[in-house]
């Protein structure tokens, strides 16, 4: 293994040390949700709506109440009584509380298929089940809608009776399904267009896909006759969990305790909760623990997923390449009720470049379709496909190198955004020249059918609240309570940022994620925010230790704390140069003569922090036999400001890149005329397998982030944007055909072989 | 309904238990005999987090019915270290970062065993072969691969 600290800059930022969680992990010990086992408990299952639009006219629970093994069924009229008025913050802006509370458990309308309906509470799982069947829910079906486009039409069917449009911060008294319309401006982008020598427009779509985490959703609850309840749960942030299960139950914040099992993936899919104010309500009406599991099926029709998006784009450039105006429209679908990421799409579209004349355009739209969560840079990738695409197509016209164009027009420190933001120091150059110097770039790639493609992509990150304490033993190791749920070693890289500063081994620093009785409040685990405001509450929380411990030795040598010093791993007197102690020497000392040392970081780092770049280098091949595309060689570069374990860097870039081809060949949701998913299974919905893949190379760049400490930037969700305009460049590169909708399946690279050789007939497709 | 007595082996075990005639061994494994290490994350075999070893063969143990491993051998997750320490596979997963949320990483080391110990020394594509059914959200694979190769080379030399 490497070992990447500068040059002595650093002793442990930069090393690659096994993770604290590992061990526990590998054999099988490690606790995650399903785990979760209580003296007395119940095993639960929801019912979930079998159509995808549809007005409940009744529910009759008598049947299935009194199945032997049952013991409680819950529907929504279990949970508050809520007005349609009512409104909440839940750290999103405000949100109609109905939405929420019907989200957890439909009252009037399902709005999609997988909807919950009613939850049930039996002895074992399988009664659980045959009790499912047992309910009997009228419906009246009503027409469905599961395409942005068609809901956005004036004759569509509406989904809520009361949503209007909210128009750039207006309320209109529009009944739509168009929950929200947003607009930014730079520039005077007709006049922008008016001087281009180049102006292209297109139109681009891509399907709705699921983040796709193996271990489907949980939640295990005990509800105790005192009104105290605990929830077992995996989820990306407990104390987001305890926020919404309190207003979603009506119930005292303080009288919610939300425990963070260990996570099987999540990628934005486990923020919101689902099954948690059932299991809830569950163990309120039994007196027992009881513990839900979702079914996979129940994972891809009920929770996430991205939204399914439409994009028009188009830009203009003049001579040289230089993008001179921009115009993009797009519309997100938000499922079920309103909230895509279309206001994150509006910031990235044009994040990778310097734009001085644009406008964007963007629709959050409610259609038949799970409510739409957070997924790995939610709205970029979507973005990326479009506006990465097109400028490939422009340096074709003006035959450019695709990384010319793209350095000729990058973002850098200075360049102000379409949404008004000008950026600090960024690495979009730095990613776009180590793409282009790579010996991945500088390897010819011959043979027909095949193509190389780049693309690159962005993500705004996040930095908002963390906090931790570290407690130092009488041994000198230190156990560090954080609150940031560690999806993918996260502790370890929270921990050597924590051992850096006091210049321990990383082995003596012990982290645990903590539930929310034992620390304070943390934000989610997303956003690419933990690596940077966790570890840079660790690095606080180690500066507060520091300070503590330079007492201790100021009293036991009997001097001024500000006589000492803690330089070259050691607390030494400024006075006397024979007197010096190493860490573990003075924890011990102070723990037989001072108060127990403990250390806090705290930390609210606010919004744009500081983001992070990435760009693909891609090689493919298509068979024009099967239309099958196979990835020969992906490089994956990105911005890490300061990778603190580059393994775990390599990590999220591998990760990102692969649910990104996944996106660009594979994965879609299917639905049929009645808006019924249709492959709702891991093999039907088909993930990319190791059989798919090469390795997939990295380059860590880093641009120090000078809102860190050590230059860090989350690393967790540019990855993926790129991804599925890079392989849509190299297959035009391959075959000369540009796909403008994701994925690129195989009947589609067929039907566009064909397409081009009815139109090219005497033309050789490939092989040039 | 009536209850089945089997008597079979567990990583190496005598253990017997009554189950349903329906029950799945993952259900047994998690639900009546507590190890959980086996996880379930689609129960239909196409995931492969369930992944366990039966008499030598690699099966998905949720498409396995707990009758059926009467007087058979099971190894799981829980069975590949020994008190002297892990099995090289757990030890160059753990090295090369091989695992990030690690759920499906019990499957991996059982599957990637299954492979070992039929085929000692396998290319980067026999791996990718054997491997493709256990599916990884979180790392792209490539560190999965990376560790099986390493543990082949060190099992290879210390054979």
């Known amino acids: 293994m490497s070992d990447n600290s500068e040059n002595g800059k650093y002793k442990v930022i930069g090393t690659r040390p096994i993770r604290h969680d590992g061990a526990e992990k590998v054999i099988g010990k490690a606790i995650y949700g399903a785990d979760v086992r209580m003296s007395g408990m119940l095993y639960g299952q929801v019912i979930r709506s079998p159509h995808a639009h549809a007005r409940i006219k009744s529910i009759d629970t008598s049947k299935a109440e009194a199945l032997e093994g049952v013991r409680a069924v819950v529907t929504s009229k279990d949970l508050p009584k809520t007005n349609e008025d009512d409104m909440i913050d839940l750290g999103e802006g405000m949100t109609r509380l109905k939405y929420i509370r019907d989200n957890i458990l439909a009252s009037d309308k399902v709005l999609y298929r997988g909807h919950a309906v009613a939850g049930v509470a039996a002895i074992n799982q399988q009664t659980a089940e045959e009790a499912l069947s047992l309910i009997e829910v009228e419906y009246e079906v009503l027409p469905a809608v599961v395409n942005v486009i068609d809901a956005m039409k004036d004759d569509a069917p509406l989904l809520h009776d009361t949503l209007t449009t909210d128009e750039m911060g207006e309320q209109t008294d529009k009944k739509s399904n168009i929950a929200a319309h947003l607009q930014h401006k730079l520039g005077d982008p007709e006049k922008g267009f008016k001087e281009a020598d180049i102006v292209i427009e297109h139109e681009f779509h891509t399907a709705t896909v699921h983040q796709g985490y193996i271990e489907p959703h949980n939640g295990t609850a005990i509800w105790n006759p005192d009104g105290q309840l605990t929830i077992w749960t995996s989820t990306q942030g407990a104390f987001v969990v305890q926020k919404q299960v309190a207003a979603v139950l009506d119930h005292p914040i303080s009288k919610v305790k939300v425990v963070p099992t260990e996570i099987g993936g999540g990628f934005g899919g486990k923020i919101p909760i689902y099954l948690e104010p059932v299991a809830a309500l569950l163990s309120r009406k039994t007196g027992h623990p009881v513990k839900l599991l979702m079914t996979r099926a129940g994972v891809f029709e009920g929770t996430g997923p991205t939204p399914g998006s439409y994009v028009r784009l188009k830009l203009g450039a003049d001579k040289s390449g230089k993008l001179v105006a921009g115009d993009c429209y797009l519309a997100f679908e938000a499922g079920g009720y309103p909230g895509s990421p279309m206001f994150c799409g509006c910031m990235c579209i044009f994040a990778c470049y310097e734009v001085p004349n644009a406008i964007v355009n963007g629709y959050d739209v409610v259609v038949n379709k799970p409510k739409s969560a957070p997924y790995r840079a939610p709205g970029s990738t979507q973005v990326a496909f479009a506006i990465e695409t097109m400028l490939d197509e422009i340096a074709e016209k003006l035959g450019m190198d695709s990384f010319d164009i793209r350095l000729l027009n990058a973002a850098k420190e200075g360049t102000r955004r379409v949404d008004d933001l000008v950026y600090p120091r960024i690495g979009c150059v730095e990613t776009m020249e180590a793409g282009k110097a790579s010996d991945h770039y500088n390897t010819p790639l011959e043979g027909p059918y095949r193509g190389r493609g780049v693309a690159t992509g962005y993500w705004f990150n996040i930095g908002f609240k963390s906090c931790v304490t570290a407690s130092v033993n009488e041994d000198g190791t230190v156990n560090l309570m954080e609150g940031s749920t560690d999806i993918g070693g996260s502790r370890t890289s929270i921990a050597m940022q924590f051992a850096e500063v006091l210049a321990l081994p990383v082995e003596d620093v012990n982290p645990r994620v903590g539930d929310t009785g034992e620390i304070g409040y943390n934000d989610v685990t997303g956003g690419s925010r933990t690596t940077y405001a966790t570890g840079y509450a660790a690095y606080n929380a180690a500066q507060d230790v520091k300070a503590q411990m330079i007492e201790i030795a100021a009293r036991h040598w009997e001097l001024s704390a500000d006589d000492v010093e803690f330089t070259d791993e050691v607390f030494k007197s400024k006075k006397d140069s024979s007197k010096k102690l190493n860490f573990k020497e003075l924890a011990k000392i102070g723990s037989a003569d001072d108060s127990p040392v403990i250390g806090k970081g705290s930390v609210n780092l606010g919004f744009h922090i500081g983001g992070s770049f990435a760009t693909n280098i891609v090689d493919v091949e298509v068979d024009p036999e099967t239309g099958k595309v196979t990835i020969l060689r992906f490089t994956a570069i990105q911005d890490a400001g300061k990778a603190i374990h580059p393994s775990y860097v390599e990590g999220q870039m591998q990760g990102g890149s692969v649910q990104g081809i996944g996106w660009a060949l594979n994965e879609e949701y299917f639905y049929n005329a009645d808006g019924k998913m249709e492959n709702s299974t891991f093999l039907d919905y088909r993930i990319p397998t190791a059989l798919d893949l090469p390795m997939i190379e990295t380059i860590i760049v880093e641009v120090p982030n000078p809102t860190h400490p050590f230059g860090v930037r989350g690393v967790g969700e540019a990855n993926i944007a790129p991804p599925p305009a890079a392989i849509t460049n190299a297959i035009y590169n391959a075959i000369g055909v540009r796909f403008r909708e994701l994925p690129m399946r195989p009947d589609r690279i067929i039907a566009a072989l064909a397409a081009k050789r009815e139109s090219e007939p005497l033309e050789a497709v490939a092989g040039s | ?159």
């Open chain 2, 1 to 159: 309904m009536n209850k089945v007595h089997v008597q079979s082996k567990l990583n190496g075990e005598n253990i017997e238990f009554l189950c349903e005639p329906r029950q799945s061994l993952l259900e047994v494994l998690r639900e009546d005999l507590g190890f959980t290490g086996s996880k379930e994350g689609c129960n239909d075999g196409n995931c492969g987090a369930c992944s366990v070893i039966l008499n030598g063969t690699l099966v998905d143990s949720c498409l396995v019915l707990a009758v059926e491993i009467q007087g058979k051998e099971i190894t799981t997750v829980e069975g590949l270290a020994t008190p002297d320490g892990l099995h090289p596979l757990q030890q160059k997963f753990l090295e090369n970062a091989s695992l990030q949320c690690g759920i499906c990483t019990p499957g991996f080391l059982v599957a990637a065993k299954a492979l070992l110990d039929h085929n000692p020394n396998p290319t980067e594509h026999e791996i990718r072969h054997w491997l493709a059914g256990n599916l990884c959200r979180c790392t792209g694979y490539d560190k999965i691969i990376r560790a099986v190769q390493e543990a082949s080379a060190v099992m290879s030399k210390s054979a």
